[in-house]
């Protein structure tokens, strides 16, 4: 059993005046202090290559995207976000998809597209904001997801680093 | 100028002078809501609102749109005739006691109008008489709820008023034995002919610190909130408002802080008089006024952000064994004082 020992209150506590103004003092001395709230929509959350935002596909430099349909990410996918259509094409690569939708209201935000990705087609962005007036605007598709490479090449980078310590261990 | 105002009818100048005097209370009073959300946050690292207008100087507006436009509830079971009057009841008496307070002198040339609504003998007592009536509006509004938590605001709130009213009078008494009047204007002129505000006198100062407590009480702000007291009783006699009628209960709050403040002022701080300045024009008297009106306005919010609530027995206790006692001393004191002083014929 814990006893408590009450601290007997000295005269100045028990007449509670001087107590009273001790704490408008301190109170006044904060009202000048600089407010620490980050103003939200003008003052973005700092993000970093670490940020794990939306998944968002890579434009290359030649105006294409990198995916190749092949339906990796899709599988991977542990909230069934990701749709994936895939058609043939003249390029080299023979496919790409024709329909690429990710429901992000579905979209955990958990990367697995990324590593499942073979082609460096798919890395999560540093964009976390998401919000619409419909669900239906919520399913991005090809068009809203696609982002220029260098846009991403921290995360890329990062990814690439990561990947490769992993390997120098086996 | 001179001769167009001398010339103007009575009824055009009363008619002005509540036109600025009444507005002034009302914006002030929804100021003051800007004004507490402001000062809290910045005593808290905080912002506060900011989004409407510039610095959120439109945010009362805002917020009066929004009380006006929101749907109105009355609970079933509720005495419909006391639950729309009660706002009513607690709004308009905290208004009306802003007539009386003498804010100044406005001098057009050599003619001078007292910047006052009425300027009434017993100014005193037509405060105290409408602010006993503040209580109803509590008392009803918690009651007509047919809420257990109004009720219980509703008798907290009224408990706590009669006790501390009786503090609130016995200082205010403390000032009229000192300066021999129930006029307010006779009061301001008599600290300023004697050169010294009441709160520099001993017996002065004492019923200052007693009209500051009781005041606090009165107007149910913290530390003695206790007719809201939001973590037992929900949000007190006004549980059941909506809309515009609970706005009104606020108004009405805010309304009797700025009223108390006034009163403050011209109690024990000479009203517009300037220290060291006798003769000093009418405009800075009553910038002084409001300077000095406004300070105790920012004490009420700044008391609140710093203290934590009373509880209930303790409040009771603080009221009747010592407040009470010291101001019925201290009366006591004065008026032998005064009986004695050779300045008494």
């Given amino acids: 059993m814990v006893v408590v020992q009450r601290k007997e209150l000295t005269l100045a506590e028990r007449l509670y005046l001087p107590e009273v103004l001790r704490g408008l003092s301190l109170t006044f001395r904060k009202f000048f202090e600089k407010p620490i709230t980050r103003q939200y929509p003008e003052q973005p959350l700092p993000t970093d290559e670490v940020t794990r935002g939306q998944p968002r596909l890579v434009v290359k430099d030649d105006g294409n995207i990198a995916c190749v349909s092949c339906g990796m990410c899709e599988i991977a996918c542990p909230a069934y976000a990701i749709t994936i259509d895939g058609g043939e094409t003249d390029r080299m690569i023979e496919r790409e998809p024709k329909k690429f939708e990710i429901d992000m209201l579905r979209c955990i935000l958990c990367g697995f597209c990324e590593e499942a990705c073979p082609k460096d087609a798919i890395f999560m962005s540093n964009e976390l904001e998401l919000a619409d007036y419909t669900r239906a605007g919520l399913v991005y598709d090809i068009e809203k997801l696609k982002r220029p490479k260098s846009a991403l090449q921290k995360r890329i980078d990062y990814v690439y680093r990561l990947n490769n310590r992993w390997r120098s261990k086996q | ?345």
């Fill in chain 2, 1 to 345: 100028m001179e001769d167009f105002v001398k010339e103007l009818p009575v009824w055009v100048l009363w008619v002005a002078k509540v036109a600025i005097i009444f507005g002034g209370l009302v914006a002030t009073a929804a100021l003051m809501s800007l004004a507490e959300r402001k000062v809290s946050a910045w005593m808290q690292y905080r912002h506060g609102p900011n989004r409407v207008g510039p610095f959120g100087l439109l945010q009362p507006l805002a917020d009066g749109i929004k009380f006006i436009f929101k749907e109105e509830l009355i609970p079933a079971g509720a005495n419909k005739f006391l639950f729309r009057l009660a706002p009513a009841l607690a709004a308009i008496p905290a208004m009306m006691t802003i007539a009386v307070i003498p804010i100044g002198t406005i001098q057009i040339g050599e003619t001078k109008i007292p910047f006052s609504i009425a300027q009434v003998d017993l100014g005193i007592m037509y405060m105290l008489a409408l602010g006993g009536l503040s209580v109803y509006g509590a008392i009803l509004g918690g009651w007509a709820s047919n809420s257990k938590y109004s009720l219980l605001g509703g008798l907290r709130a009224s408990a706590q008023m009669i006790s501390y009213e009786l503090t609130l009078i016995l200082s205010i008494l403390v000032v009229v034995a000192l300066s021999g009047s129930l006029d307010l204007g006779a009061i301001v002129e008599a600290q300023r002919v004697n050169g010294l505000w009441n709160v520099f006198t001993p017996f002065g100062a004492l019923a200052f610190v007693l009209f500051t407590i009781a005041s606090f009480a009165e107007t149910n702000r913290h530390p003695f909130d206790f007719a809201e007291c939001e973590p037992e009783l929900v949000g007190g006699f006004h549980t059941e408002y909506s809309a515009m009628r609970f706005a009104l209960f606020f108004l009405g709050e805010y309304c009797a802080m700025t009223v108390m403040a006034c009163l403050n002022t011209t109690l024990f701080f000479g009203g517009p008089s300037v220290p060291f300045w006798a003769n000093a024009p009418w405009y800075v008297g009553i910038l002084a006024f409001l300077i000095k009106a406004g300070f105790f306005l920012f004490l009420f919010i700044w008391v609140r952000w710093t203290l934590p609530r009373f509880r209930f027995d303790q409040l009771m206790r603080l009221g009747w064994k010592v407040a009470l006692p010291i101001a019925l001393a201290n009366l006591l004191v004065v008026g032998a004082w005064v009986a004695f002083s050779t300045k008494g014929s």
